[in-house]
């Protein structure tokens, strides 16, 4: 292990902190605990967020992408795994994302700036609630997470539920989607390099329709709206409108003209993966 | 014409700017014994301070001097028209970002630390958040709220609105906007070991700032010299004093040099804004269309200090008065209030913007009361260039409005609207007018100098007391300087913002070109006499046969002495000329009023807006302009397109909300900007009907560029949607509520 003080920066004139730089993925979990101390990945999060309030963290366990399985992707029986630490830039980079989720190198385009894309890492954007955690609940991805007990692998879903201040995101596996229909839509208040307002994700695996969204209210699996188009509607019905709307604000979603994109976002996506446009 | 982008157009710098590369004041790191500084500001939007301990502060790791308002030297007070704002403030904090005290330290952190120990009890007051109620609110200075009202008066206009056929009212409110120049407040204080202080600082206006400077710090004003240093932006923004007096106090305490460059959190919240404007706006006309009358009621918030609010006031309402339209009638009236959120002040457009953006929308109301095409409407009321101004005086034009209105129709962005619901997109275009005069108006006191001189090293040397803050006015004069001279680019060095030399007056008001072009029309003439007397006095050569050229002066084609020579073996020294000039504000002998050079632009946008979202997508922006002889095409263009994207900005997207004085937003991942990929298609022509005898044939083209943007785009969205917003910037969920319910009524 290494332990630096961090450069200190004449103009941002942030306090040192003492950044840890532990040798394996082990190590870093019991420096976390030890230290009470978060992991930094690309940090791209973590500096606004204390610069905002003018609160540094006295230590931070950085994370280092050349553990194994932490960063690249890899196709296998299970589906794709996507390692924690690959930048976001890199991701819309791989030829593998083409196949498996078309979408996403475009919609990637939309995600935060090149800088934050270039140091910003997939794992950091599920945690942080940012566009791709959106796809991650609609696609059901299996998370890799090490902790001081061990290592497991759950559904995205119930870790976010259960997780523990040591979880070590390695990495997430999205199932087999190959010829499934997926679509992505991102409302921000710009073009882009925008705050996002609402991400929303629909899939279609061939059998069933799938939701979630991020946003200003929150990452949410529209449960309820699945059900309603899965089992009881068809796809172009439109009252699914009205059911969306309810779920949305019982989840927290309070802005009524939010909700209202919502819902004809919504409608839109399921007409596009119902079409399979 | 269109102006168009050429290859290598750029001016030098540019790409250093965009690439980061650029050496601001704010980069003078190196500076031998340099201090950084930095400012305590207040937590309270409005308060009374109990107490200021600053003695942990002293006695923290590198600190050299920590200041309080008992140390200011001398005048505690700035500001360009009401000198109210404390430099480090007494016993009340007016906003949140007064600034209370000041360190000097070794390192930025040791400054910052020791701000943190400076104990501060503060007694909160009521705050003055509401514009509306400012006045019934105790007062903030002197006995009111209200720092100015002022009205402008045309005819009877209660009789002719009882003539009118067709009246509309609204209500309009545009947003606080922020100046977001790249390169935030900042700069550095340099003792002169005399006694006095040298600044380099970005800044708009060196002499100015030298001689507020030197009544705080308790100097004389040849104590204070001002380096105006080439800065990332100002847009109105860097008009007032920003760091200098705290960075000058802390430089005459410490014998140091001291460097205080905002970090952007800062800079949003203690930076000045745009004047935020509620109005409501009445006009009516007869059944031809003919506009009678026009009344308009309009609060400003100024916020917690004047600063230039009492000149965006009148700049509102003479462009409230609706300049380009001949009205029987009109009662324009405006106040501007004392608030405590946060500063308002100068901001590129400088209240006329404002006031634009509900003229225009005004006219299109009409237009489809009477059921006419908009143009049309606009084309019965427009001015003719013989006729007065709104207020009444002479106004220079450079084209006739109807011609610009014409060019506008005459777009090719009128396609067709999409108006089928079934498609995503909406797509509609819409245009609207504005107009825009140059200089400081109304009478206020405007002149300017500038001077030549052949230096030691046979340079050709301008000196200007303009700012450049990524306008290019090098460039500029380089050009006019050359197109006179017939010498090259490499021949020149331009000089400016130094105030030991010639006080051009502010780089604001869209002023400087046409003070440039009118001193140089005066000092090159001149000039190329004497150096050619002196050259016919080292050749033999007759005068008449001398000109100057490129790289020296020329007889019979061929070069005869280069300018290094003639300055070796010439009186460089008695080749210095000097000349200021008025600004031309009225012509001979007539009563100023208003501003009499005047520019015109017709901006068509078109949008297209997201049926889903209610989201607005500008796709594209034309503009026709009319603002004289085109000197430097990249800086024409640049200003243009520039002050479009920043009335995109305000129109879509910008705003700094306030909530119990405090301002929602602290940084620009927060306030939002347009970005690179929300700027559209911009195209710029150029009209201009100027004889070749006008002698102001350069006008300044810093403003004109935003002036119709936002109510061009308003249009263009209601052609889009059947939609009028009023109210800035666009609210994406208002329109898609509007549209909602538009679908509801038609199914
Ligand atoms: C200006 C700006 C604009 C942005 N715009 C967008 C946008 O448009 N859309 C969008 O989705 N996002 C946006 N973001 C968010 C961006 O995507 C995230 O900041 C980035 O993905 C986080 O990754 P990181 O590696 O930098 O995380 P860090 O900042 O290093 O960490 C973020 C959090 O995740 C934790 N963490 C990181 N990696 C792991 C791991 N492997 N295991 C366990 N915990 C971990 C950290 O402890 C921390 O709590 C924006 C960010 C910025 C600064």
Same mark, same amino acid.
């Given at each position: 292990m290494s332990d630096s003080l961090s450069n200190l920066n004449p103009v941002t004139a942030r306090r040192a902190i003492r950044v840890l730089r532990p040798d394996s993925p082990d190590q870093a979990v019991s420096l976390a605990r030890q230290f009470s101390a978060s992991y930094t990945a690309g940090g791209t999060w973590?500096?606004?967020?204390?610069?905002?309030?003018?609160?540094?963290?006295?230590?931070?366990?950085?994370?280092?992408?050349?553990?194994?399985?932490?960063?690249?992707?890899?196709?296998?029986?299970?589906?794709?795994?996507?390692?924690?630490?690959?930048?976001?830039?890199?991701?819309?980079?791989?030829?593998?994302?083409?196949?498996?989720?078309?979408?996403?190198?475009?919609?990637?385009?939309?995600?935060?700036?090149?800088?934050?894309?270039?140091?910003?890492?997939?794992?950091?954007?599920?945690?942080?609630?940012?566009?791709?955690?959106?796809?991650?609940?609609?696609?059901?991805?299996?998370?890799?997470?090490?902790?001081?007990?061990?290592?497991?692998?759950?559904?995205?879903?119930?870790?976010?539920?259960?997780?523990?201040?040591?979880?070590?995101?390695?990495?997430?596996?999205?199932?087999?989607?190959?010829?499934?229909?997926?679509?992505?839509?991102?409302?921000?208040?710009?073009?882009?390099?925008?705050?996002?307002?609402?991400?929303?994700?629909?899939?279609?695996?061939?059998?069933?329709?799938?939701?979630?969204?991020?946003?200003?209210?929150?990452?949410?699996?529209?449960?309820?709206?699945?059900?309603?188009?899965?089992?009881?509607?068809?796809?172009?019905?439109?009252?699914?409108?009205?059911?969306?709307?309810?779920?949305?604000?019982?989840?927290?979603?309070?802005?009524?003209?939010?909700?209202?994109?919502?819902?004809?976002?919504?409608?839109?996506?399921?007409?596009?993966?119902?079409?399979?446009? | 014409m269109e102006l168009k982008p050429q290859p290598g157009m750029a001016g030098t710098g540019v790409l250093e700017r965009i690439e980061g590369r650029f050496g601001y004041a704010t980069d003078q790191h190196h500076l031998p014994g340099l201090l950084h500084g930095a400012i305590l500001r207040s937590r309270h939007a409005h308060a009374r301070l109990l107490r200021v301990d600053t003695s942990r502060a002293r006695l923290m790791p590198g600190v050299r001097a920590v200041v309080t308002a008992a140390d200011v030297p001398g005048l505690n007070r700035f500001g360009i028209v009401v000198r109210d704002q404390p430099v480090l403030c007494e016993d009340r904090v007016r906003y949140e970002g007064d600034a209370i005290a000041a360190v000097a330290a070794d390192t930025v952190e040791q400054a910052r630390a020791a701000l943190e120990v400076i104990d501060v009890d503060y007694a909160p007051l009521a705050v003055v958040d509401q514009a509306e109620t400012a006045e019934q609110m105790s007062p903030l200075h002197g006995e009111s709220n209200l720092l100015a009202r002022e009205a402008f008066e045309r005819g009877d206009t209660d009789a002719a609105f009882a003539r009118c056929e067709v009246i509309v009212e609204h209500h309009y409110q545009t947003p606080r906007q922020m100046h977001a120049f790249m390169e935030t407040e900042g700069g550095v204080a340099i003792p002169d070991n005399n006694g006095g202080v040298i600044f380099r600082v970005g800044c708009q206006s060196g002499h100015r700032d030298a001689e507020q400077l030197a009544d705080i710090l308790g100097l004389k004003p040849s104590q204070v010299t001002v380096e105006a240093t080439p800065t990332g932006g100002a847009f109105g923004g860097k008009d007032e004093l920003t760091i200098q007096p705290a960075a000058g106090i802390?430089?005459?305490?410490?014998?140091?040099?001291?460097?205080?460059?905002?970090?952007?959190?800062?800079?949003?919240?203690?930076?000045?804004?745009?004047?935020?404007?509620?109005?409501?706006?009445?006009?009516?006309?007869?059944?031809?269309?003919?506009? %009678?009358? #026009?009344?308009?009621?309009? &609060?400003?918030?100024?916020? /917690? !200090?004047?600063?230039? +609010?009492?000149? @965006?006031?009148? =700049?509102? %309402?003479? #462009?409230?008065?609706?300049? &380009?339209?001949?009205?029987? /009638? !009109?009662?324009?009236? +405006?106040?501007? @209030?004392?608030? =405590?959120?946060?500063?308002?002040?100068?901001?590129?457009?400088?209240?006329?913007?404002?006031?634009?953006?509900?003229?225009?929308?005004?006219?299109?109301?009409?237009?489809?009361?009477?059921?006419?095409?908009?143009?049309?409407?606009?084309?019965?009321?427009?001015?003719?260039?013989?006729?007065?101004?709104?207020?009444?005086?002479?106004?220079?034009?450079?084209?006739?409005?109807?011609?610009?209105?014409?060019?506008?129709?005459?777009?090719?962005?009128?396609?067709?609207?999409?108006?089928?619901?079934?498609?995503?997109?909406?797509?509609?275009?819409?245009?609207?007018?504005?107009?825009?005069?140059?200089?400081?108006?109304?009478?206020?006191?405007?002149?300017?100098?500038?001077?030549?001189?052949?230096?030691?090293?046979?340079?050709?040397?301008?000196?200007?007391?303009?700012?450049?803050?990524?306008?290019?006015?090098?460039?500029?004069?380089?050009?006019?300087?050359?197109?006179?001279?017939?010498?090259?680019?490499?021949?020149?060095?331009?000089?400016?913002?130094?105030?030991?030399?010639?006080?051009?007056?502010?780089?604001?008001?869209?002023?400087?070109?046409?003070?440039?072009?009118?001193?140089?029309?005066?000092?090159?003439?001149?000039?190329?006499?004497?150096?050619r007397d002196q050259a016919a006095a080292l050749t033999g050569l007759p005068r008449d046969q001398l000109h100057s050229g490129p790289g020296g002066l020329f007889a019979g084609g061929r070069q005869v002495l280069s300018y290094r020579e003639l300055a070796e073996k010439g009186q460089p020294e008695q080749t210095l000329i000097d000349a200021s000039q008025a600004f031309p504000v009225a012509p001979e002998g007539n009563q100023p009023v208003g501003r009499y050079l005047q520019l015109q632009i017709s901006t068509v946008a078109r949008v297209a807006v997201d049926r889903l979202t209610g989201r607005v997508r500008v796709t594209d922006?034309?503009?026709?302009?009319?603002?004289?002889?085109?000197?430097?095409?990249?800086?024409?263009?640049?200003?243009?397109?520039?002050?479009?994207?920043?009335?995109?900005?305000?129109?879509?997207?910008?705003?700094?909300?306030?909530?119990?004085?405090?301002?929602?937003?602290?940084?620009?991942?927060?306030?939002?900007?347009?970005?690179?990929?929300?700027?559209?298609?911009?195209?710029?022509?150029?009209?201009?009907?100027?004889?070749?005898?006008?002698?102001?044939?350069?006008?300044?083209?810093?403003?004109?560029?935003?002036?119709?943007?936002?109510?061009?785009?308003?249009?263009?969205i209601e052609a889009a949607t059947g939609i009028r917003v009023r109210h800035l910037p666009v609210d994406a969920g208002y329109l898609l509520a509007e549209l909602c319910a538009q679908e509801e009524t038609c199914s």
């Amino acid at each position: 292990m290494s332990d630096s003080l961090s450069n200190l920066n004449p103009v941002t004139a942030r306090r040192a902190i003492r950044v840890l730089r532990p040798d394996s993925p082990d190590q870093a979990v019991s420096l976390a605990r030890q230290f009470s101390a978060s992991y930094t990945a690309g940090g791209t999060w973590l500096q606004p967020t204390h610069e905002r309030d003018q609160c540094w963290p006295e230590t931070l366990v950085a994370l280092n992408s050349s553990w194994p399985g932490f960063r690249g992707l890899d196709a296998g029986p299970n589906g794709l795994t996507v390692g924690a630490l690959t930048s976001l830039a890199e991701l819309a980079r791989q030829a593998l994302i083409r196949d498996y989720l078309p979408p996403l190198a475009m919609f990637l385009n939309r995600v935060a700036g090149p800088g934050v894309r270039t140091l910003g890492t997939v794992g950091g954007n599920l945690i942080v609630g940012g566009d791709l955690s959106a796809l991650a609940m609609a696609l059901d991805v299996r998370v890799d997470v090490i902790n001081h007990t061990g290592e497991r692998a759950l559904p995205f879903s119930r870790w976010l539920r259960e997780r523990a201040s040591d979880d070590l995101l390695r990495g997430f596996t999205i199932p087999d989607c190959r010829g499934w229909r997926i679509s992505l839509e991102k409302l921000g208040y710009r073009e882009r390099f925008s705050p996002t307002r609402a991400t929303l994700a629909c899939v279609h695996d061939g059998d069933r329709v799938r939701l979630a969204v991020s946003g200003e209210g929150g990452l949410l699996r529209l449960v309820a709206t699945e059900t309603f188009v899965n089992d009881r509607a068809d796809l172009a019905s439109g009252d699914v409108g009205a059911v969306i709307d309810r779920e949305l604000a019982a989840h927290g979603w309070q802005d009524a003209h939010l909700r209202m994109a919502l819902r004809r976002m919504t409608t839109e996506l399921l007409s596009e993966v119902a079409l399979g446009t | 014409m269109e102006l168009k982008p050429q290859p290598g157009m750029a001016g030098t710098g540019v790409l250093e700017r965009i690439e980061g590369r650029f050496g601001y004041a704010t980069d003078q790191h190196h500076l031998p014994g340099l201090l950084h500084g930095a400012i305590l500001r207040s937590r309270h939007a409005h308060a009374r301070l109990l107490r200021v301990d600053t003695s942990r502060a002293r006695l923290m790791p590198g600190v050299r001097a920590v200041v309080t308002a008992a140390d200011v030297p001398g005048l505690n007070r700035f500001g360009i028209v009401v000198r109210d704002q404390p430099v480090l403030c007494e016993d009340r904090v007016r906003y949140e970002g007064d600034a209370i005290a000041a360190v000097a330290a070794d390192t930025v952190e040791q400054a910052r630390a020791a701000l943190e120990v400076i104990d501060v009890d503060y007694a909160p007051l009521a705050v003055v958040d509401q514009a509306e109620t400012a006045e019934q609110m105790s007062p903030l200075h002197g006995e009111s709220n209200l720092l100015a009202r002022e009205a402008f008066e045309r005819g009877d206009t209660d009789a002719a609105f009882a003539r009118c056929e067709v009246i509309v009212e609204h209500h309009y409110q545009t947003p606080r906007q922020m100046h977001a120049f790249m390169e935030t407040e900042g700069g550095v204080a340099i003792p002169d070991n005399n006694g006095g202080v040298i600044f380099r600082v970005g800044c708009q206006s060196g002499h100015r700032d030298a001689e507020q400077l030197a009544d705080i710090l308790g100097l004389k004003p040849s104590q204070v010299t001002v380096e105006a240093t080439p800065t990332g932006g100002a847009f109105g923004g860097k008009d007032e004093l920003t760091i200098q007096p705290a960075a000058g106090i802390l430089a005459l305490q410490t014998g140091s040099p001291v460097l205080i460059h905002l970090d952007r959190f800062e800079s949003c919240r203690t930076g000045i804004k745009r004047h935020p404007v509620s109005m409501i706006m009445t006009t009516g006309c007869d059944r031809q269309g003919r506009i %009678l009358a #026009h009344r308009v009621d309009a &609060l400003l918030d100024t916020g /917690a !200090y004047a600063s230039l +609010g009492p000149a @965006v006031l009148e =700049n509102f %309402l003479d #462009h409230a008065t609706a300049p &380009l339209y001949r009205i029987e /009638a !009109y009662s324009v009236s +405006g106040r501007l @209030v004392y608030t =405590n959120n946060g500063v308002s002040g100068a901001f590129r457009g400088f209240g006329g913007n404002q006031a634009t953006f509900a003229v225009e929308s005004q006219i299109d109301a009409l237009a489809e009361k009477l059921a006419m095409c908009p143009m049309e409407l606009r084309r019965i009321n427009l001015r003719t260039v013989d006729e007065p101004g709104s207020r009444g005086q002479v106004v220079r034009w450079t084209a006739p409005p109807s011609n610009v209105l014409a060019e506008a129709g005459a777009s090719p962005l009128w396609a067709p609207a999409g108006s089928d619901l079934r498609r995503r997109w909406l797509t509609g275009t819409g245009m609207a007018m504005g107009a825009q005069g140059n200089g400081l108006g109304d009478g206020l006191p405007d002149s300017g100098g500038g001077r030549v001189s052949l230096t030691a090293e046979g340079r050709i040397r301008l000196e200007f007391g303009f700012s450049d803050y990524g306008q290019n006015l090098a460039e500029a004069i380089t050009c006019l300087v050359c197109e006179t001279l017939g010498c090259v680019a490499g021949d020149i060095d331009v000089v400016l913002g130094n105030s030991r030399g010639p006080d051009s007056g502010p780089t604001s008001a869209s002023r400087s070109s046409v003070l440039i072009h009118g001193v140089l029309a005066d000092i090159l003439p001149r000039w190329n006499d004497c150096v050619r007397d002196q050259a016919a006095a080292l050749t033999g050569l007759p005068r008449d046969q001398l000109h100057s050229g490129p790289g020296g002066l020329f007889a019979g084609g061929r070069q005869v002495l280069s300018y290094r020579e003639l300055a070796e073996k010439g009186q460089p020294e008695q080749t210095l000329i000097d000349a200021s000039q008025a600004f031309p504000v009225a012509p001979e002998g007539n009563q100023p009023v208003g501003r009499y050079l005047q520019l015109q632009i017709s901006t068509v946008a078109r949008v297209a807006v997201d049926r889903l979202t209610g989201r607005v997508r500008v796709t594209d922006l034309h503009h026709i302009t009319a603002a004289g002889r085109v000197i430097y095409p990249p800086g024409y263009l640049g200003q243009i397109e520039g002050a479009a994207i920043m009335g995109l900005g305000m129109a879509l997207s910008e705003d700094m909300p306030t909530r119990q004085g405090h301002y929602l937003a602290d940084n620009l991942d927060q306030y939002i900007i347009p970005t690179m990929q929300d700027v559209p298609d911009q195209r710029v022509d150029v009209l201009d009907n100027t004889p070749t005898t006008d002698r102001f044939p350069v006008r300044g083209v810093g403003e004109l560029g935003i002036e119709a943007v936002a109510p061009a785009i308003c249009s263009a969205i209601e052609a889009a949607t059947g939609i009028r917003v009023r109210h800035l910037p666009v609210d994406a969920g208002y329109l898609l509520a509007e549209l909602c319910a538009q679908e509801e009524t038609c199914s």
